[in-house]
């Protein structure tokens, strides 16, 4: 099963975590052991990653122009969408990364309506990956707080704006839900549509369990079990793994040690998965390539010497009709023997 | 007497024919009725089956940009038109007008001609469960005689544009091979003319 | 009651499942075998096509031999898997591009509907995302570590046979058009995929006739219609004949002359097959207004390409060919006619490949004095972009009433659209020589639909395929045809203008296709001509 094998594996995370913690003596090793262990594995694996595409070389300007390139200059050139420039480049990739701009543009013009049709609007991918994307982003910064002693006051000012509405005891967060919203959106969408359901692979259901986990005990955690969790003893742990001086001071609930073993598991999980097309997505050479290939030459350092069949050899061949056409030729024809 | 009786049975029969016409045009004003009252669910049911022949009709049915979807949008079009007219008299050539596009694109798609065609018969049966499925005009079933001779004229007629679908694929085909553009791969091949040829002209 | 009779139906008609049939998969995509059946296919390349160019220094094509894709055996050379496993790793060693896509996929299903033949055919492997799955399972089975470890469970699958033959099928039901690529959140391009595919394919003798030969033509005789010098002459002087006829002033052409100013090469159709030849009289009429200094070539006849859908090695090859008889000419620049593909190769792969064109000048127009710094490099520009400078200068006398029996819309070929951003000049030139109207927002510039017989697709014998294909094209065409009574589909694209005359034949029968060269040569007023009242333009016979 696509789905069933994944979750599975998520339960069977926690299981271990859970369990693995209860042994005394075991804290330390899912509380600092494999902290570390997943962190190393991630930068080795990330940078491999890197290491690996960058190796490969990119013969050829292939870049994907999504408007009119710089032309004569009475026609209006595109500088997002055919950059020119380096700076141009930029520019496309920021709105890229920040903003997914190609998902935006899957947008349709609905002009014909027939009975009542159930339309399904375009821009529900982008808004579902927007709204997971950011709020990830802000939770994993809010996080720094607990690693960083004293932590920055901008911190203080995120977590304001985060929990602006002042919903709840303690507040909730506005990322907190938005993070497990958008992962649910993204989990029904290939759940739903018969479409992404068929394309979808275990390793697309796998990384959205494992996040809606970490999202699930990590809400637990502060709204639900927060008499059970020492949260000085957390930030102690956390600031010794950041230090290299990790201490275990307290008993720390289970919780803890299941959230912080699924995050341990999506960082050894990250850089062998789909996952890296956060970094992928920096060296995409349709986007991050300059349209101006005839005003500047690419250079393919694996370039093969390939000539042409030769013009010598062409006029070799068909010298005789050629002279017969009256075509120019290289050699005239040798004299007619009589 | 004889006149009278002759007289009296004429006019028996013409009350009688003005009854049936009148009965018959109750009945299509009732169908007409009915089809209006379910078009949207007929058209449903309709297209979704149509679309069933294919590997993945859920794009079809939902994507309701008819630039987007040539083929869920041309079937909609196409059912939706047709289903009113079923219960008026057909006139073959608004049936052909209205079916073009979709038997076009059936006449491409590698389907044998029964099931290229086979979608608009289906009608027949919808249409027959949801009357049935519905109490009000559950006597209409009985008698769907005029309704199920216009799906046979359109269907007659989709199998005249079907053929002349497939025909115009042959002309199009031979229209090519004309142009010239099948001395790419008919014409001598090059290791062929590398020996010495004649002055071809 | 009346259910299981609409069931007995389906059954009686739908038994036979075909490609663009049967009911939705019950199986996954890995488990759907492809049947290869008349109509479905493109012929294999024959045997001594293959071989000739496998002869040919710089290109390899082994493995020749006679294959049918009907048939179980499809006689790959025993090693094969190991030639296909080691091409694909010399390839990911080669571009990152492969790397990239191969990895970063998260299977959103943006792309999956933007793809013509998906929308055509229905056929869930023609969806991009999929179309590249083909070759990322046998990818990440062999060469990730997720998928060493986890096989099937990470997406992997084995290179089987089977999969070679899926291979064959959907590298030869995508058009390289480059739609999906607009759409992917990673710009993952499925004509890089295909394009592998492709040259994977090659590497166990795996190819089809309607590209190969071409090909071989286009390196023996100069171009893809395999006409030798004094044929492709002929055909030439046949058109200044109708010019002359129609106008009444004969344009002065010249064949390899050396020191001309200019190198003027187009798509070998444009001189041979209707209606490529009324844009060639286009050329002729408006070079002939201008006085240019300009010479044909016969060794470098073809603007095309069929190396672009073959592999790299051959579109060098063939590519090199302008550049040569630029040099041996000793011309000062080169204009290239109207062609996709051909401006592909032109405008991303020439320079790279056969560049840096140091013994030419920067272009510059000789009748309005423009520089076109956009080719400083490749020195070879667009006549579209050429046609809109004299056009923006007032340079050239143009009767816009000339077109009036003309309602045209304007197709963006995939290639210079998405692949060089010429979208504008065109548009321009076509204000000032015709009544025209846009298609559908979602259906132009970048998002514009294939004609669906691109990259060597244009055989007769999937002429069905072809038509599937082209649907969502004609259908954007058909909208404005019964909304403004448009009976021209004008374009830039040698390829289109065979392929979208049969499609509009097939779909459109009232809407005609052409180049818009044509357009601007029929709108053209030639000093001294002597031209009647021609009410079909060009085509007038």
């Known amino acids: 099963m696509k789905y069933g094998a994944p979750f599975l594996a998520v339960i069977a995370l926690v299981l271990i975590a859970w369990l693995g913690s209860l042994i005394p003596g075991m804290q330390y090793v899912f509380g600092v052991v494999f902290p570390y262990l997943a962190m190393a594995m991630f930068l080795y694996g990330f940078i491999r990653q890197v290491v690996y595409w960058g190796k490969s070389p990119v013969p050829f300007s292939i870049q994907t122009t999504c408007g009119q390139a710089k032309s004569l200059d009475f026609i209006k050139h595109n500088k997002l969408e055919a950059p020119d420039t380096n700076s141009q480049v930029v520019a496309r990739m920021l709105l890229e990364v920040l903003t997914f701009r190609s998902l935006f543009r899957n947008t349709q013009a609905r002009i014909y309506s027939g009975p009542k049709l159930t339309h399904e609007s375009s821009k529900w991918l982008w808004m579902f990956a927007l709204l997971f994307h950011y709020s990830f982003l802000v939770v994993l910064i809010r996080h720094m707080r607990l690693f960083l002693n004293p932590y920055p006051v901008c911190l203080d000012w995120l977590e304001f704006l985060d929990g602006i509405f002042q919903i709840g005891a303690p507040n909730w967060y506005i990322t907190d839900i938005c993070l497990v919203t958008g992962l649910v959106l993204l989990l029904l969408r290939r759940f739903c549509q018969t479409k992404v359901r068929y394309i979808s692979l275990a390793n697309d259901y796998f990384p959205l369990f494992l996040l809606l986990g970490i999202a699930i005990t990590g809400i637990l955690m502060r709204y639900c079990l927060r008499g059970n969790v020492d949260v000085v003893a957390i930030k102690q742990l956390a600031v010794g793994l950041a230090t290299f001086q990790p201490t275990i001071t307290a008993d720390i609930a289970s919780i803890f040690y299941i959230h912080l073993f699924l995050v341990c598991a999506l960082l050894v999980y990250f850089p062998y998965s789909k996952l890296m097309h956060m970094g992928g997505v920096f060296f995409s050479p349709t986007r991050n390539m300059r349209n101006n290939t005839r005003a500047a030459r690419h250079i393919n350092p694996w370039n093969p010497d390939i000539k042409p069949h030769s013009y010598a050899g062409y006029e070799d061949e068909f010298r005789e009709f050629m002279v017969d056409a009256g075509i120019p030729v290289e050699k005239e024809l040798p004299a007619k023997q009589a | ?201 | ?541």
């Open chain 3, 1 to 541: 009651m009346a259910l299981p009779k609409l069931e007995e139906l389906s059954r009686s008609v739908a038994e036979d499942p075909s490609m663009a049939t049967g009911s939705v998969p019950t199986r996954e995509w890995m488990d759907i075998p492809v049947v290869f059946k008349s109509g479905n296919y493109a012929y294999p390349a024959k045997k001594d096509k293959v071989e000739y160019l496998n002869s040919q220094k710089g290109l390899s094509f082994p493995n020749a031999r006679v294959w049918s894709p009907e048939e179980d055996d499809w006689k790959l050379p025993e090693n094969w898997k190991e030639i296909i496993l080691n091409g694909l790793k010399e390839r990911l060693d080669k571009f990152r591009s492969l790397k990239i896509f191969m990895d970063c996929c998260v299977r959103c299903g943006a792309c999956a509907d933007k793809c013509h033949f998906f929308l055509g055919t229905g056929d869930p492997k023609n969806m991009p995302v999929l179309r590249a799955e083909l070759l990322r399972s046998v990818y990440r089975n062999d060469f990730t570590l997720a998928g060493k470890l986890l096989g099937k469970m990470a997406g992997g699958r084995e290179m089987t046979v089977g999969v070679l033959k899926e291979w064959f099928m959907y590298a030869y039901q995508c058009t390289e058009c480059r739609r999906c690529s607009v759409f992917c959140p990673y710009g993952i391009d499925t004509a890089e995929i295909t394009m592998m595919l492709r040259e994977l394919l090659h590497t166990v003798g795996i190819g089809i006739n309607w590209i190969l030969e071409p090909a071989s033509n286009s390196n023996r005789t100069g171009n893809h219609m395999g006409l030798q010098p004094h044929t492709f002459k002929d055909n030439v002087e046949f058109l200044v004949d109708d010019v002359e006829r129609l106008t009444g002033r004969r344009p002065n052409i010249t064949f390899n002359r050396k020191g001309a100013e200019i190198l003027f090469i187009t798509p070998s159709a444009d001189v041979f097959a209707e209606p490529g030849l009324y844009t060639a009289m286009g050329y002729l009429i408006l070079f002939e207004a201008l006085g240019l200094d300009y010479t044909w070539s016969t060794y470098a006849s073809e603007g095309g390409n069929f190396g672009l859908f073959t592999n790299n090695e051959m579109m060098k090859k063939l590519n090199a060919k302008m550049y040569a008889e630029a040099e041996r000419l000793k011309v000062r620049y080169i204009i290239g006619g109207e062609c996709g593909h051909m401006w592909r190769v032109l405008h991303q792969y020439m320079d790279t490949m056969n560049g840096p064109a140091d013994f030419l000048e920067v272009p510059k127009s000789p009748i309005t004095g423009t520089v076109f710094n956009n080719a400083a490099s490749t020195k070879m520009i667009h006549i579209t972009e050429f046609t809109a400078d004299l056009i923006k200068n007032g340079k050239l006398k143009l009767d816009k009433s000339r077109n009036s029996h003309i309602k045209a819309t304007w197709h963006d070929s995939c290639n210079t659209a998405r692949a060089m951003g010429l979208m504008d000049e065109p548009r321009y030139v076509l204000d000032h020589v015709v009544d025209w109207v846009e298609m559908p927002e979602n259906t132009i510039r970048e998002q514009t639909f294939c004609c669906g017989s691109g990259t060597g697709l244009n055989t007769d014998e999937i002429m069905e395929l072809r038509m599937r294909a082209g649907l969502p094209r004609a259908n954007a065409v058909k909208h404005v045809h019964d909304k403004h009574g448009v009976n021209m589909l004008a374009c830039v694209c040698a390829i289109d203008r065979a392929t979208l005359t049969s499609l509009m034949n097939y779909w459109n029968p009232d809407v005609r296709v052409c180049g818009l060269s044509e357009l601007v040569g029929n709108a053209i007023v030639l000093d001294g001509e002597t031209r009647e009242e021609l009410d079909d333009g060009l085509r007038t016979l």
């Open chain 2, 1 to 201: 007497m004889i006149v009278l009786l002759d007289f009296s049975l004429t006019e028996i029969s013409r009350v009688a024919w003005r009854i049936a016409v009148a009965e018959s045009l109750r009945e299509q004003a009732d169908l007409a009725e009915a089809l209006r009252c379910h078009r949207q669910k007929i058209v449903e049911r309709w297209v979704k089956y149509a679309l069933s022949s294919y590997q993945s009709p859920d794009f079809f049915l939902r994507e309701g940009d008819p630039f987007a979807n040539p083929i869920g949008g041309a079937m909609r079009q196409a059912f939706d038109r047709l289903l009113p007219l079923l219960a008026q008299k057909p006139e073959r050539l608004e049936f052909s007008e209205i079916l073009r596009q979709f038997v076009q694109i059936r006449a491409v798609q590698g389907l044998v001609p029964s099931q290229a065609l086979a979608p608009i018969y289906a009608v027949k049966h919808i249409l027959r469960d949801i009357l049935a499925a519905d109490k009000e005009r559950a006597a209409l079933v009985a008698n769907l005689y005029d309704f199920d001779f216009a799906v046979d004229i359109a269907a007659l007629a989709a199998f005249d544009m079907y053929m002349e679908s497939r025909e115009r694929l042959y002309a199009t085909r031979l229209a090519e091979l004309k142009s010239g553009r099948h001395i790419l791969t008919d014409g001598g091949c090059p290791s062929k003319t590398l020996h010495p040829v004649g002055d071809d002209g």
